[in-house]
């Protein structure tokens, strides 16, 4: 368990050195989406690999279509729109610069 525990240490130091080095920010992406998002769409073209898809909306007034996300890059492009990040902004593992 000590390994583990310095093990996420350095990971944790080295991305924040690396954020603070590049000016990035940390984002997170998340596990599952609503469909109505478009994150899984034409994803899987030639019917290969099924879209895990549940119900979910415990106290909402309207629950939704819940997807895993199946391409976490694909999601990285919506949110660099999303975020306003200008041209040559981009992102780097989990990380944007806007």
Same mark, same amino acid.
């Given at each position: ?21 590049? !000016? ?15 994150? !899984?769409?034409?994803?899987?073209? !030639? ?52």
């Amino acid at each position: 368990m000590d390994m583990q525990r310095a093990v996420f240490g350095v990971k944790r130091h080295t991305e924040e050195q690396l954020c603070r080095a590049l !000016n990035l920010e940390m984002v997170q992406v998340p596990l599952i989406v609503d469909r109505a998002s478009g994150v !899984n769409v034409y994803l899987d073209r !030639n019917g290969s690999s099924a879209l895990v898809e549940f119900p979910c909306g415990v106290g909402l007034s309207e629950p939704i279509q819940a997807q895993v996300v199946q391409a976490a890059t694909k999601w990285k492009r919506m949110a660099l729109v999303k975020f306003e990040c200008k041209p040559g902004g981009g992102h780097l593992h989990g990380h944007a610069r806007c």
